[in-house]
């Protein structure tokens, strides 16, 4: 028994790290794309990314495991940068140093039944790269292997419903990362943004 959970702790340790190192790896610089599908599921390797290309694209907006209500956090970032985090839905964003010029409070709301998040004040921008980190354990995908390509995608709409095939204005630059201990297995999505407000986890 012992042994056992000396493992799973490990394992654990492990997936953190390997989270950790890979976010650092999205290629720079970044910007938006116009939607459009990709072929690569990506599967197999330890951290895909995503392009781009120039045509619309509907995706399907990923499910949480266990439905969020009321799930929001404010938090004021300043020109030094700063970190965002919402233990609930897994999510992590990291602010750089210079991502904002001016103390800005900013208020991340999360959907009630799929992974995506409302994110104000909306139209900000930022003047470098904003990382999103997604874990994937409070999600419908967690513990399968990955069966189609994630993406992270902005959603021009605010109004826009969520359910069957949602229509996408940009696709940002993203990674998925696997498990260390099972590569068939993805653990988190990785993905910068340089602009708020509306944005989901999918796939086609």
Not at 27 to 51: F, I, Y
């Amino acid at each position: 028994m012992l042994r056992t959970g000396f493992l799973r702790s490990f394992a654990a340790l492990a997936g953190a790290i390997l989270i950790a190192s890979c976010a650092d790896s999205i290629a720079t610089p970044t910007a938006p794309v116009h939607a459009a599908p990709s072929h690569d599921s990506g599967s197999g390797d330890s951290g895909s990314s995503q392009g781009s290309g120039s045509s619309q694209l509907e995706l399907r907006a990923v499910w949480w495991k266990t439905d969020h209500e009321n799930v929001r956090v404010s938090q004021a970032i300043g020109p030094a940068g700063g970190t965002i985090s919402i233990p609930e839905t897994g999510l992590t964003i990291q602010f750089p140093a210079g991502a904002v010029a001016q103390l800005l409070t900013i208020t991340i709301t999360a959907d009630e039944q799929y992974v995506a998040y409302k994110m104000d004040p909306s139209g900000t921008t930022f003047l470098k790269d904003v990382q999103v980190t997604q874990s994937l354990a409070t999600t419908s995908m967690f513990g399968e292997p990955l069966k189609s390509q994630l993406y992270a995608a902005y959603i021009a709409d605010d109004n826009v419903q969520l359910s069957g095939n949602v229509p996408v204005t940009e696709i940002e630059p993203s990674k998925t990362i696997f498990s260390y201990l099972d590569p068939r297995l993805p653990q988190a999505q990785v993905w910068v943004i340089r602009h708020f407000s509306r944005y989901m986890l999918a796939s086609n």
